[in-house]
Structures are given as C-alpha cells and as structure tokens.
C-alpha cells in the first residue's frame, strides 16, 4: 500500500510570546521571553513566583459568554487556536465531507483549573456535594477536540492523546497516519494546556522540576546553560491543519510544509527522569527518520525538548550526537522553551510550528538566556545561542517527552512537487 503525503495548509497558536501566529513568529525570531510574575493567584508563598502566562487574553473577545462560563481555560485556548488555523487554510466548511474531517488534540493534564476550585469550594462548604454541573465535562481533557468537533460539525475521528508533555506530538503522530492511510482528508491537529495554578505550580514545585530564579524570572528558562535550574511552566494552544497532499492542491491551498516522519518510543527507565543516555531518545529519533525514508545526514535544524533541566539537556544532546554523528556539528539545534517555557501538552504542537516556521522564513530561532558554558554538553554543538540564525532549511525536526518516559519525534520538510 502506497501511503499518502501529508502537508500542512494552517497554523493557529496562542502562546506567552503572542496570541497568534504572526505575534508568535515575531516573539520567536526576537528572542523574547514570555515569562513574569504570576498574575492568576497570589504565589507569594510558592517557591517558584514565575510563569509564561498568555498576555492580553480576554476569552470573551474570542467566544460568547455562555461558552467561556462552560469552558476550563484549556478549552477556550484548543478553540481560539484551532478558530485561527481553520481560517488559515481558508478551509471552505460547507463543502467538506465533514464525514472525513477529524480532530486529533493533545493535553497533557486537561482542565486542572476546574478540578482544582471545585474540590476548593467543596472543601470550603459544609460538606454538602454540591458541585458545577459542567465540573466533569469541563474537566476532561477529552473535551477539547469535542467543542472543535462541534463547533463545526467534523465527524471524523475525534480524541484526545494523553502522553504528558509529549501529547501534542502524539496527537499530531496520529494525524499524521490517519491521513496517509486514507481514513481521512484533514485533520484538525494541536493540543493546549492552562496548568498554572496553585495545583500546576505547587505540584511541580513538590518534585523540585520548577526553576525558583524569582528575582530575575525573564532568564528563568536557560536551556544548556550551567546555572539552569529547572523548567519555567508555560500555557497555551497551538494548532495545524494536516491535509492529505492531493486533496491540498485540487483546492488550490497554500502549503507550509510536507510532514515526512513521525516516531515514538519509551525510556522504559524513571517515571520522571530521563535515561542519561538517551537511550529512548536515540531510539526515537531513529524511528523517526526510518518512517520518513531518510538519512540523518539530511536533517539541517532540530528544535529539542530543551526544558532547562539539568539531567534532561545532557542527555537529549548526547542522544543527538550519537544519531547524527559528524553532522551535527552541521545543525542548528536550538530550544523555544527558553522563550515561551514549557507548555507541557502543548509544547510539541507550539514547537513544530516554530519548525514549520523555521523552514518558511530560512531562519532558526534562538535559545536564549545562556550566559555560562557547562562542561558536560560538546562546545563543538551549534546550540543557536542567544540570536535566531539565518540557515536554508529542507528537513526540521521536533523532539518532545514526557514523564512516564514517552518521546515523540516529528520531522517537516520544505515542499517538493
């Protein structure tokens, strides 16, 4: 069976460094940092008084009134996003066979928000049960692709992944299939996250994962540099339309790029700790470059995981230094975390639109923040630091993991008729 090709024809993103793509891009090549002082709750008394919330955001702007009363935050931004891609790939809905069309969402948490203040308010009560009718519905990280779903009438396949930090990555991974195998012409592909809060933070705080530089909190997230302390929590959304290739040209779309690869694999070694390594890493991107068809010699940028972990920068580095060997002193390797945080669910999504991004604009956004040299990671690696890069670029790839040891690898490739 021969498969399908898979091309992107719309983008939609609502990130800490702008609330759409074109405000996101511009962020991107700037090297602006998304994050500040918590404005959601009083974090005086948390460790970490930071974030990369979404800036400006007013949901009413976006939806009705009803909506935003039935919608946890993660929920409004799947559909502001995915609202924003829709009407980028000038998709004409009446004439679709909706029957065709699916939504493949990622999140890694769901609505934490509505969890959080309803068991609050019960606690506070006086132990009568009464809870929101819509707290389940609002909750379920499920729901997401529902509302996108009915918003505009697509009965394909409709779900949500759950791979933590990677879910976004495996929703698109799963786009990515469905459509090359013929089940379906588009797919409304992305995921969304909204964790900060007392429970997103405090939780993470608790497992020591958080940076704490609050009295500097624009230079909190610092992947590869020496004096990086952990990861600043990021919220958002970001959203692509997959289009099966064909279907794509008879309608006359633009097209961003082709997606060629997909790979996945476990570390099968620490529910939060990453392999040191990199061995589930090596074996992902492998995977990915096997389901493209391709040489790692190909691959011009990688977009890493990056979180700003000590144990998690080493290792993804030295895993790419052993796929790639010789090359990689030839790719520019680089992460938007340090510029937007970590998304978690969302971060996959947000990052391979930097990717699609990259090859559309010939240039590699910065890793930000890095100061100081650490020893352990090869000073002959192109780490793109502190200045987006000018590169003409065919192939880039994305790398995403999760807790639980999940990876996922995607990789673009600039188009060819």
């Not at 879910?167 to 900060?196: F, H, Q």
């Amino acid at each position: 069976m021969k498969l399908k090709r898979v091309v992107v024809t719309g983008l939609g993103a609502l990130t800490p460094i702008g609330n759409n793509i074109s405000e996101y891009w511009d962020g991107l090549k700037n090297g602006k940092s998304g994050a500040a002082p918590i404005t959601y709750f009083d974090a005086e008394k948390f460790k970490t008084k930071f974030a990369c919330e979404i800036k400006g955001f007013d949901p009413l702007d976006y939806l009705d009134r009803k909506e935003v009363r039935r919608l946890d935050r993660f929920a409004q931004y799947a559909l502001v996003s995915s609202d924003e891609a829709i009407a980028d790939a000038n998709l004409d809905i009446e004439t679709l066979d909706k029957f065709r069309v699916g939504v493949i969402w990622g999140a890694g948490i769901g609505g934490l928000e509505t969890f959080q203040n309803e068991v609050i308010n019960f606690a506070e009560g006086d132990g009568t049960p009464r809870f929101n009718p819509f707290f389940i519905p609002k909750m379920i990280a499920d729901i997401a692709p529902g509302h996108i779903s009915m918003k505009h009438g697509f009965m394909g396949p409709n779900y949500t992944t759950v791979s933590a930090c990677a879910s976004s990555a495996n929703a698109i991974i799963d786009a990515l299939n469905n459509i090359r195998l013929g089940y379906s012409d588009i797919i409304v592909t992305g995921g969304s996250e909204a964790a900060v809060t007392q429970a997103g933070v405090g939780g993470f705080n608790a497992m020591h994962a958080l940076s704490t530089r609050n009295d500097d909190p624009t230079t909190a997230s610092r992947p590869f540099d020496a004096t990086r302390d952990g990861f600043v929590l990021g919220e958002g959304a970001g959203a692509m339309i997959l289009e099966e290739y064909e279907h794509a040209k008879k309608r006359g779309a633009k097209i961003y790029a082709e997606l060629v690869g997909g790979g996945l694999s476990s570390d099968a070694y620490h529910l939060t700790a990453p392999h040191p390594d990199g061995i589930g890493v090596i074996r992902v991107m492998e995977n990915c470059l096997k389901d493209a068809g391709v040489d790692a010699s190909v691959v011009d940028t990688i977009n890493t995981h990056g979180t700003s972990t000590p144990l998690g920068d080493v290792a993804e580095l030295k895993a790419i230094s052993h796929v790639f060997g010789d090359h990689t002193k030839d790719i520019n390797i680089n992460s938007t975390k340090s510029m937007t945080g970590h998304l978690l669910g969302a971060a996959g999504v947000i990052e391979g639109i930097a990717s699609i991004l990259a090859i559309q604009h010939s240039l590699v956004p910065p890793t930000i923040n890095h100061t100081t040299v650490d020893e352990n990671i090869d000073p002959s690696l192109n780490l793109t630091l502190n200045k987006a890069q000018k590169k003409d670029i065919t192939y880039a790839m994305s790398n995403t993991f999760g807790f639980g040891g999940h990876n996922a690898c995607i990789l673009f490739k600039k188009l060819e008729e």
